[in-house]
Antibody, heavy 121, light 110 residues
């Protein structure tokens, strides 16, 4: 079954760290660029980061640069998001998403169900 | 990295057509034809409806169509159905090798 399953969310204090995982199955994970997208409660979607299919390049939205790191382990079919120095405004559901150029360039056709991260003292 | 601009809400009656606009800048929407549209029902993950301005993924109804002129893209839904009631987000690739979403539009089917 083609799917993405996020995990690792939870409640964390400001300034602490958390690592999210996204397990991919049912497709050749190493062939696709992968994204993290977040959605604060009651708010819209916000793009967070992307990593190339081979892990060679990564890009971030300005608000997380220097604090978050996207990575992947193609041998484990898993995407990660290391989140350091967390802030209250990082509270959101975090989705991982696959970018599939056969469907459309720079578009994400497969999304996970998301994992909730709450940053609160 | 400012969000693309969408109307907060639109509404229409069953069978009617509606259009949702998405306005960006020359660094995103205006630079490329890499505009996508996503549908999100409450509590669900987003679903890709349109890619590269006009492409419809397999399985997406042909009632959904996209267009773009300059720095503004549009999503049109014809023959509105109750199941179309959802939030819709536009997204664009940018010249900074980043992605940007619109603020989202809540579609109400009257």
């Amino acid at each position: 079954q083609v799917q993405l399953v996020e995990s690792g969310g939870g409640v964390v204090q400001p300034g602490r760290s958390l690592r999210l995982s996204c397990a991919a199955s049912g497709f050749t994970f190493s062939s696709y660029g992968m994204h993290w997208v977040r959605q604060a409660p009651g708010k819209g979607l916000e793009w967070v980061a992307v990593i190339w299919y081979d892990g060679s390049k990564e890009y971030y939205t300005d608000s997380v640069k220097g604090r978050f790191t996207i990575s992947r382990d193609n041998s484990k079919n898993t995407l990660y998001l290391q989140m350091n120095s967390l802030r209250v405004e990082d509270t959101a559901v975090y989705y991982c998403a696959r970018e599939d150029w056969t469907v459309g360039k720079y578009a994400s056709d497969l999304w996970g169900l998301g994992t909730m991260v709450t940053v609160s003292s | 990295q400012s969000a693309l601009t969408q109307p907060a809400s639109v509404s229409g009656s069953p069978g009617q057509s509606i259009t949702i606009s998405c306005t960006g800048t020359g660094s995103d929407l205006g630079a490329y034809n890499y505009v996508s549209w996503y549908q999100q029902h409450p509590g669900k993950a987003p679903k890709l409806m349109i890619s590269e301005v006009t492409k419809r993924p397999s399985g997406v109804s042909n009632r959904f169509s996209g267009s773009k002129s300059g720095n503004t893209a549009s999503l049109t839904i014809s023959g509105l159905q109750a199941e179309d009631e959802a939030d819709y987000y536009c997204s664009s690739y940018t010249t900074s090798t980043t992605w940007v979403f619109g603020g989202g539009t809540k579609l109400t089917v009257l």
